[in-house]
């Protein structure tokens, strides 16, 4: 992912207001952030711990998307895999992530949803720059990483067209 200002940031924001993508909660410390490993910068509202954010690099621009995450089951012993990076992970590891759709859709409540890494490490995980947690791991596969990462921007990018529509 090429680097974004704090400012490509704010205003690639499709599902929410211009008021609401100002005030919300942009990562510190951008200059610092491994661009280079990210297919996506997502990050999690320090305030609000149900609120996350994505921002993915889409033709020549940057599209933002506000999520809200699912509270987690108590005793939840089961098993969930992320939709991107295909990272499974123990009870509370993987998040049903909704956004509102863009535009009168989303004014109406209508909403799209996709399971996600909890902590949005997706682009960590594939690249083994972060290890998973006990009880998590990355499935073997016989893919390259050019491979998995085409696979899982391909996966973005999908649940990406589905808040634009």
């Not at 005030?23 to 410390?29: Q, S």
Request: include cysteine; aromatic fraction near 6%; charged fraction near 25%.
């Amino acid at each position: 992912m090429r680097p974004a200002t704090e400012r490509e940031i704010r205003a690639s924001f499709v599902n929410c207001t211009k008021g609401e993508a100002t005030r919300l909660a942009v990562p510190r410390g951008l200059a610092d952030t491994p661009w280079d490993d990210l297919d996506f910068l997502g990050w999690q509202d320090p305030a609000a711990p149900d609120r996350t954010y994505l921002v993915a690099e889409r033709g020549d621009g940057f599209v933002g998307v506000a999520l809200r995450r699912s509270a987690a089951r108590a005793g939840m012993l089961r098993r969930s895999m992320c939709s991107l990076c295909l990272t499974t992970h123990p009870s509370g590891g993987v998040s049903l992530m909704t956004a509102k759709r863009a535009g009168r859709a989303g004014q109406q409540g209508n909403s799209v949803g996709i399971y996600l890494c909890t902590d949005l490490a997706c682009s960590l995980y594939m690249r083994g720059k972060k290890e998973v947690g006990a009880g998590s791991r990355r499935l073997e596969e016989s893919l390259t990483l050019d491979e998995k990462v085409d696979r899982a921007v391909t996966n973005l990018s999908g649940f990406l067209s589905r808040v634009l529509d």
